[in-house]
Nanobody, 128 residues
Framework: QVQLVESGGGSVQPGGSLRLSCAAS????????LGWVRQAPGKEREGIAT???????FYADSVKGRFTISQDTAKHTLYLQMNNLKREDSAKYFC??????????????????????WGKGTLVTVSS
């Protein structure tokens, strides 16, 4: 399975920015979809951004216009640039990878449950 390790979380004031990173190792050639998923205490997991094998990116409405997902394929690293952070963005952020059939067009934030491998998460806290 693919191993994923997140980093870059921390505390920031509302309106601030953070960049999360996710280093992937193992059978990375099998990956067809990468994404970021978050979970706040007492709430369900929310898929927020994905990037598919063709480089197409997709965002949940809650982060659209504020967050940007990108990758450095040579370094096997995924990024999430988070700008204009809000209190409601506070959550543990997980990196996830899937190897499902790309032709089935499944790689969207709402389909995060289809991901195969997950990191342990990095905590983001937005407060004054």
């Amino acid at each position: 399975q693919v191993q994923l390790v997140e980093s870059g979380g921390g505390s920031v004031q509302p309106g601030g920015s953070l960049r999360l990173s996710c280093a992937a190792s193992g059978p990375t050639d099998s990956i067809t979809c990468l994404g970021w998923v978050r979970q706040a205490p007492g709430k369900e997991r929310e898929g927020i951004a994905t990037i598919d094998a063709a480089g197409n990116v997709f965002y949940a409405d809650s982060v659209k216009g504020r967050f940007t997902i990108s990758q450095d394929t040579a370094k096997h690293t995924l990024y999430l640039q988070m700008n204009n952070l809000k209190r409601e963005d506070s959550a543990k952020y997980f990196c996830a990878a899937g190897s499902g059939d790309y032709s089935e067009s499944w790689c969207y934030p709402l389909n995060h449950i289809a991901m195969d491998d997950w990191g342990k998460g990095t905590l983001v806290t937005v407060s004054s």
